[in-house]
């Protein structure tokens, strides 16, 4: 396997007259990484995907896929890498091991090559059963497995899936993020975009954060939820009543209870860093009090990402010096 | 799983659209009443005793029927065959495959071609049945349908181009400008080189006996194939990734164009002196036709941006530096090479126009007009052009860009042609007219049209070349302007043929870059 990376994106700018959709993005994907790409309706995403998938062109910056640049090999860009977009629709008069065949034939595959590639990707989404369905008249969610389908054809390195899981239903939601969850582990490079967070969190292992046109964010899921840079929250029941346990946080440098809840209180840690935990629950422990529950409080991922936002609109942006290297 | 393919050589398209086709209510419905109808009559026809009616009431609606099918129905399917690609992303997954633009368009044409030929083929026992009942000639009537196809094969591919365009209107509109350049000039020709008059379906038979009879099917086999392609490119261009270029291919039929121009052109003067067969009235219009073609294909070149791909280029970087140069000045896509372009028909029109219409000493050269002719057909292919690279920030396609600007030329044009109409006197309506010259589209319908008296008609080449000259400076002045870019795409794309030298002789690198599609990647059944 090569050691350049599956995507490498140098400051990418894609103008529409005077609007600029994308505004100098740089970020790099290495191979076997699944990576969420995530942001509002119309930041920009689908248009810096299709730039990946050399289905528009930039106004400037440089896009390599597996170290081909899109506009010097367009055509070797395209072989490596299958393109989902958020809604499709097949063909009437035509069934899906039809609709397989004919995009089997289209990527340049024939013969028993072209036969085993389509029982293969069929097998693979569980669309065997439902070979000679016609492919305009399935569900939602089989019609996303078709697509999913007709994007393994070509046996790209690199997926790239726009909105994949949109308007499923949770079981059509769960049976996609287990195919996309294998793919993964079967070394595919994956690059999905969503505006749903908690359901990129869930196949990602990474996510790149765009706002109009600019990168604003990246880093995983974690670190969004545990975002260093804010204050620790900590949930703490006890057994009994929670006055003493008000009264004891009260008494306590650099806590402070920020909220009472059933049978326990919210506790602020000024302090940052898992050592402040360790030492809240010795402490607690220590001084007597029944703790039955001590938890440390998630941010919401859409309430981190709105953050991210908000602050990003107070302080001027900053473009990457260096695209980011997402681990 | 056991899965029967067939066909593996065939084009995807034409594999997808023939199956789809054979699967649709539409094609069995007529397939199936075609043949109803056709056993009915020949049932009638074998039972009746008066033969000779039933033969030609079996003939007319065998005909009937065909001309409905190949000239009707078929062509109004195919009118839109191509908008349903262009909803829902079905391009985009058509964009990403190995399969170019033109052989999706080649595809889809032929898979008509075969629908068209499924139902000759179906009707021929009954056309023995018939020619059996009498009064029938079978070699005739063959010739006939086998001309029939042909030229609804030619509709088709019109058709098709033109149904890639997404208004409704454009496609009405592009479609009689289709079917009046191209059939106009086919049943003219067919009509000239059978000698007969006339026109409509009669002009399709060609009794193999007439003299013109191989003349004829050549040069019409030759225009043909020009339209077909031109059609097919159109069409392609209209699909085609970003990546790929429809636009040289499209200029590489000006040359045959050109010679079938000048060719009408010394005929034309000749007036029927040389060749006995070709008729008068008939040429003027078919050069007007080749000259649509031709001018619909300068202004194609105008409205396209240059491709930023380096792949385009690599041909032209494989010779010397005249092959460059040819690129920069004629051939490479978009508006730069363009504008040379324009100036190079023009030249050659106008020169070799002359040169031909001087070898006749009845004609006499006109300077002015020579000198009129020179700004005004270049600027007014320009000058949308010019004025639209200003226009760049805003959201429209350089080619609804180049329209607009001439919309509003017309729309000027016609505001003067008001204004002219409300005033009394030929001269002043002709002073108010002459100000739409100011534009250069404008002078380019106007001058050679209007019957302009003296002076105004100074005053109108005046106002032409007043704005056309400088309509040409800038255009060639923007043209050079983007040289320092073509010198860094032929900088790539003179590395990309390095590249690919240096793979075909280490194949190693070989098997990296130029990786077959390859399967059984070895993807895991998941649990369900």
Known sequence: MSDTPIIEVENLTRSFGAVQAVRGVSFRLERGQAVGFIGANGAGKTTAMRILATLDLPSSGRVMVDGYDVLEHPSRVRRVLGWMPDHFRAYPNMDVLDYLDFFARAVGLRGSQLRGRVAEVMDFTDLTPLARRPSDALSKGQTQRLSLARTLLNDPAVLILDEPAAGLDPKARLEFKNLVRLLATQGKSLFISSHILSELAEMCDTMLFIDQGQIVHHGTADSLRYDERAVISVIVRVAGPVEPLKQWVAAQAGLRAREEIRGGVVIEIQSQGEEALRDLLRQLVRDGIAVIEFQRMQQRLEEAFIGILRQQQQSAPVPHPTPPVLT | ?528
């Open chain 2, 1 to 528: 799983m056991r899965i029967s393919f067939k066909s593996d050589w065939l084009n995807p398209m034409l594999v997808r659209d023939l199956r789809q086709v054979l699967r649709s209510r539409v094609f069995t419905m007529v397939f199936l009443l075609l043949q109803c109808g056709m056993a009915f009559f020949v049932v009638l026809g074998v039972s009746s005793s008066e033969e000779s009616e039933v033969s030609s009431i079996l003939h007319t609606i065998l005909w009937g029927g065909l001309i409905i099918f190949y000239f009707m129905l078929m062509p109004a399917i195919a009118l839109s065959s191509l908008v349903p690609e262009f909803s829902d992303n079905r391009l985009d997954l058509l964009k990403l495959t190995q399969m170019s633009a033109r052989s999706l368009m080649v595809g889809k044409w032929l898979s008509f071609c075969a629908q068209g030929a499924m139902v000759a083929v179906s009707l021929l026992p009954y056309m023995v049945l018939s020619y059996y009942s009498g009064g029938v000639e079978l070699g005739s009537e063959l010739g006939s349908m086998a001309a029939m196809l042909a030229a609804s094969s030619l509709l088709i591919g019109v058709c098709l181009a033109v149904s890639s365009m997404n208004s409704r209107i454009v496609r009405g509109l592009l479609t009689l400008v289709f079917i009046f350049s191209f059939f106009g000039s086919f049943i003219g020709l067919s009509n000239v080189f059978m000698g007969r008059g006339g026109g409509g379906i009669g002009a399709f038979s060609m009794p193999i006996g007439n003299s013109g009879y191989f003349l004829a099917v050549a040069i019409l086999g030759i225009i043909g194939s020009a339209a077909l392609w031109l059609c097919m490119e159109f069409g392609a261009a209209r699909l085609a990734p970003v990546s790929e270029n429809h636009d040289t291919t499209q200029r590489l039929l000006l040359p045959l164009l050109c010679m079938f121009a000048f060719g009408f052109l010394a005929e034309l003067d000749t007036r029927g002196g040389r060749t006995s067969f070709m008729i008068d009235g008939i040429l003027a219009p078919m050069l007007v036709c080749v000259l649509i073609l031709i001018v619909w294909i300068l202004i194609q070149a105008m409205a396209t941006e240059p491709s930023p791909y380096p792949d385009t280029y690599r041909f032209y970087m494989r010779g010397g530096a005249w092959r460059r140069w040819l690129g920069r000045l004629v051939l490479y896509p978009g508006w730069p090479s363009a504008v040379f372009l324009i100036l190079v028909m023009t030249i050659l029109f106008l020169g070799f126009g002359n040169l031909l219409l001087l070898q006749n000493r009845t004609y006499n050269f006109n300077f002015p007009n020579f000198f009129m002719y020179c700004f005004v057909i270049p600027a007014g292919l320009m000058f949308p052009q010019v004025i639209g690279v200003e226009l760049r920030r805003t959201r429209l396609s350089p080619s609804n860009r180049y329209l607009f600007i001439v919309g509003i030329c017309i729309i000027v044009m016609i505001g003067c042609l008001l204004f002219a109409n409300v005033r009394g006197g030929a001269s002043i309506q002709q002073f108010y007219l002459a100000f739409a010259c100011l534009l250069p589209p404008n002078a380019l319908l106007l001058l050679p049209t209007v019957d302009w008296d003296l002076p105004e008609r100074y005053f109108a080449i005046g106002a032409a070349v007043a704005t056309g000259l400088p309509t040409i400076i800038i255009g060639v002045k923007r043209a050079i302007q983007y040289w320092p870019t073509f010198t860094e795409v032929e900088r790539r794309a003179a590395a990309l043929n390095e590249e690919a030298k240096f793979a075909k002789t280490a194949p190693l690198f070989e098997a990296k870059v130029a990786a077959p599609v390859t399967t059984n990647s070895g993807l895991d059944k998941p649990t369900h």
